[in-house]
């Protein structure tokens, strides 16, 4: 993934190599992902891809399946803590939801 956009911060990284959306968190304290258990458990941490969807691994089933529990069904809400991004060029947009 080339470029990752956090909106509500207004801070866009360079991330060519893609990956865990949790480990660029830690990286940049400008992302404003609130992240609290990590583990699929409490959905503080979603967010909307607004843009770049497709440069996304689809959600696994703990993802989806607490995304159903908190009433979020549509494809385009993910939690920050499971997100991965895939390598390569793109460019990703993300909207922290809460
Ligand atoms: S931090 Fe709890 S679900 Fe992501």
Redesign the pocket.
Known sequence: MAKVLFERTRHEVDWPEGGRL?DLCDREVRAGV?????????????VEVREGIEHCEPAEDDERA?LERIGNGSETVR????LVLRAGDGRVRLWVTL
Not at 38 to 46: D, L
Not at 79 to 82: A, I, V
């Open positions: 949790v609130p992240l609290a258990c990590r583990h699929a458990n409490c959905g503080t941490c979603r607490l939690l920050g803590c499971q």
